[in-house]
Structures are given as structure tokens and as C-alpha cells.
T-cell receptor, first 112, second 115 residues
Framework: NAGVTQTPKFQVLKTGQSMTLQCAQDMNHNSMYWYRQDPGMGLRLIYYSASEGTTDKGEVPNGYNVSRLNKREFSLRLESAAPSQTSVYFC???????????FGPGTRLTVL | QKEVEQNSGPLSVPEGAIASLNCTYSDRVSQSFFWYRQYSGKSPELIMSIYSNGDKEDGRFTAQLNKASQYVSLLIRDSQPSDSATYLCAFSPPAGGTSYGKLTFGQGTILTVHP
């Protein structure tokens, strides 16, 4: 099992460009999450999907959109990147029976 | 008041000592508690989960939960240089609510174990 995978690992964008961060899990988990991690701010929830077909906003959703493509995949889209979105983005997944979340390796995004 | 407060770090301990990491939380209905370890440049890795009051031991790690005091701690016995990392505590509310499954994280405590 690969667990949770994310692509790309690194990305540099110019202000105003768009991109999609991909996340997939092979653990048959129902719930998936997108976080950003910034120095001094900890991990903050952007969006989550409790189950296939549902998505909900987290703590910091502005400037982002998500798609739960199927049970395995959950993507995060930046429509018009801003320097404030420079961060490390982590995807996580959770099995329904437990609250334990398992994280992917992360995407380090820089917006110039 | 912040939802989760962790030891202000960084914390430095000699090899072989016990490292003690602490976390307090403000939400009295929280049910599930977790400790994650994060090496520099890597993703958070779940090392302990605890759901009921008392101690839970796993190898050199012991998690302690006191819901009445809204306090959870992590003890690392026989600390090794490989334990040097940032430790994040997190909690989740009980099942049934709209927030179920969502984790709230602390800021993290940097631990350095020196030889």
C-alpha cells in the first residue's frame, strides 16, 4: 500500500496562475482532508470531504476549490494564486470507524 | 484562549533522558486525542492515539489523558537523537456532530535530543 500520495512535490507559480494539487489514497478511507501548514500557524484545515460526493469548508477555504473525484481521489484547486498561498499543503485521509488521520508527503508551493 | 496550547519550546533533553511534552485543550467535549511526530521537511506521522482517561503505552512512548483537567501529555523514555522532531498534539470532537472527524492541531513543540 502506498497510503496517501500527493502530486506534485514542489511547485512554483506566478501570481494569478492556476493549478490543481492531486491527492489519492489506497486505504479505502471514506474521509479526506486538505491542510496548509505555515510557520507559526500550525496545520489549518482548508476543505474536507466526509464521504464520496460531499465536500465542506474548513477553517481557511478562501481562494480554494476542491473536487472529490471518487472515493480514492480528492483534488485542491487554486484558481488565481496569490503570494499568501505560499505554503506546504498536506492531504490526509481517515477511516470512518476511527478518528486517526494519515497524511501524504505534502506539496511545497511557492507563489511569486 | 487558543483551542490547543502546547509546551512553548524548543525542548532540549540529553540522550537517554525522559522527554515530557504537554498539551491543554479548551473544548470539554473532545473525545479523541492524538500525537503526531513531524521531522523537518516531512509530513506529520501518527505515533499515539488515546481515547480514555489514563495512560497508554507503546514502546518508549506513553500518552496520558486527563479529561477533567483537559490535559494530554506524551512521555518519551530513553530519548534518542532520532526522536528530534516537532511533536503535534491534536484532538477531535465526539461522533454525531458536524465536526466529527475534523482534527484541531496545536502549534507543535520542537524537541531536540542531544548526544
Amino acid at each position: 500500500n502506498a497510503g496517501v500520495t500527493q502530486t506534485p512535490k514542489f511547485q512554483v507559480l506566478k501570481t494569478g496562475q492556476s493549478m490543481t494539487l492531486q491527492c489519492a489514497q489506497d486505504m479505502n478511507h471514506n474521509s479526506m482532508y486538505w491542510y496548509r501548514q505555515d510557520p507559526g500557524m500550525g496545520l489549518r484545515l482548508i476543505y474536507y470531504s466526509a464521504s464520496e460526493g460531499t465536500t465542506d469548508k474548513g477553517e481557511v477555504p478562501n481562494g480554494y476549490n476542491v473536487s472529490r473525484l471518487n472515493k480514492r481521489e480528492f483534488s485542491l484547486r487554486l484558481e488565481s494564486a496569490a503570494p499568501s498561498q505560499t505554503s506546504v499543503y498536506f492531504c490526509a485521509s481517515r477511516q470512518s470507524s476511527y478518528n486517526e488521520q494519515f497524511f501524504g508527503p505534502g506539496t511545497r508551493l511557492t507563489v511569486l | 484562549q487558543k483551542e490547543v496550547e502546547q509546551n512553548s519550546g524548543p525542548l532540549s533533553v540529553p540522550e537517554g533522558a525522559i522527554a515530557s511534552l504537554n498539551c491543554t485543550y479548551s473544548d470539554r467535549v473532545s473525545q479523541s486525542f492524538f500525537w503526531y511526530r513531524q521531522y523537518s521537511g516531512k509530513s506529520p506521522e501518527l505515533i499515539m492515539s488515546i481515547y480514555s482517561n489514563g495512560d497508554k503505552e507503546d514502546g518508549r512512548f506513553t500518552a496520558q489523558l486527563n479529561k477533567a483537567s483537559q490535559y494530554v501529555s506524551l512521555l518519551i523514555r530513553d530519548s534518542q537523537p532520532s526522536d528530534s522532531a516537532t511533536y503535534l498534539c491534536a484532538f477531535s470532537p465526539p461522533a454525531g456532530g458536524t465536526s466529527y472527524g475534523k482534527l484541531t492541531f496545536g502549534q507543535g513543540t520542537i524537541l531536540t535530543v542531544h548526544p
